[in-house]
């Protein structure tokens, strides 16, 4: 088929021209008639609904934030006012009529102070020492029978504790008689002798007393 001839075909040319001035036509009469504005509301309608289903789905604005309370400014303390100056007094100082007095310096040493006297040296208390008196207040120590049978003979010194009262609250041996039943014996025999007390300076007090014991066989 030949395009060329085709398209230089006088009739074909003349049914193209009149198809379009009958669309000019038809376009024309339409918009006489309203037929336009019919076709404009129904496309204009999907475009409505469409919008409306749009705005639905949007999310509900969110709620107003409440309103914060102003702050409520504070009364200032007030200040007291200044105290009102006062001039200071002046006070007059008046020097004295008469002059100072004269002030006499002496060369010559003060004379020495007398010696104080030295105190008394404290007095130690006159002691007395316990008395016994052996015939009247006091028994005689019994001669163990062992050491009468050994023929046992010694002399020993012993010591005694007086108290106040007279009583013998201590005793020990000073010299030993050489043989231990003869001291033990004079030493429990003779506590128990009733002693005159030691005093200081008159008065009775708790002193040491010493007394000799012979053993002699007779």
């Known amino acids: 088929m030949n395009f060329s001839k085709t398209q230089q075909d006088p009739k074909r040319k003349y049914v193209g021209i009149g198809i379009v001035v009958l669309l000019h036509v038809g376009v024309v009469y339409a918009l006489m008639t309203g037929l336009a504005r019919k076709v404009v509301e129904v496309v204009q309608a999907p475009l409505e ?9 949007l999310p509900p604005p969110p709620p107003p934030k409440p309103k914060l309370p102003e702050p409520v400014a504070q009364p200032q303390p007030q200040q007291a006012p200044p105290p009102a100056y006062v001039p200071p007094v002046q006070v ?10 004269s002030i006499t310096v002496s060369n ?17 208390p006159v002691l007395v020492a316990p008395v016994i008196n052996a015939a009247q207040n006091c028994r005689k120590p019994v001669y163990p029978s062992i050491s009468r049978r050994e023929e046992e003979e010694g002399v020993v010194v012993l010591r005694f504790l007086v108290a106040a009262d007279g009583n013998v609250i201590d005793s020990q041996v000073k010299s030993s008689s050489g043989y231990t039943r003869l001291d033990e014996a004079a030493r429990q025999a003779l506590s128990l002798c009733k002693f005159q007390p030691g005093t200081a300076d008159g008065t009775p007090t708790q002193a040491w007393a010493q007394m000799k014991y012979e053993w002699r066989l007779e």
């Open 92 to 101: 007059a100082v008046q020097a004295p009529a008469n002059p100072a007095p």
């Open 49 to 57: 609904t469409k919008i409306i289903e749009e705005l639905k789905k």
């Open 108 to 124: 010559q040493a003060p004379p020495p102070e007398a010696p104080k006297a030295a105190p008394a040296p404290a007095k130690d």
